[in-house]
């Protein structure tokens, strides 16, 4: 397989932020390039986003960090971004910490309380999940419903007769 290279769109991204003077530190977690920006209002986020391999741009205040999505290729971009920008804008320890954060989490219960929690959330998502894609329908039903009483009750409308065609259909 061979790895898409990603030199325009690390480019593109630094250019967008302010350029290399503007980057303090950068970072990523599973989808995100996390620019920890010396002036935030350099970036340009409709520029950002015009970036094919970009999915959107984020200024998140409350950690301080301007946030690139980029998806599953993420780390690959970072690389990229690194490599444009030289080492010292490396914090491996932050990197792992994000990575680790927001990936999901696979651990296994601990006594029977945790398993029944575990299995009842299980139950109630697939349940959810099942049920979902029948909702849209489900109020489409009962909207027709709603018409074809108004259109048959002869204390409403009544311009259906329930005993005719067009009413069975």
Known sequence: MVKKNYDETAQDIIKNVGGRDNVDKVIHCITRLRFYLKDEKLADTSAITQIPEVAGAIYNGALGQYQVVIGPAVADVYDEVVAQLGDGVIDSAATEAAVAATQPTTS???????????????????????????????????????????????NLLGLISPKSDTFTI
Request: net charge positive.
């Open 108 to 154: 296994k219960p601990k006594n029977g309380l945790d398993i029944i929690k575990s299995a009842f959330q299980t139950l109630i998502g697939t349940i959810t999940g099942s049920m979902i894609p029948v909702i849209g329908l489900l109020a489409a039903g009962g909207m027709l419903n709603g018409f074809l009483t108004l259109l048959s009750d002869p």
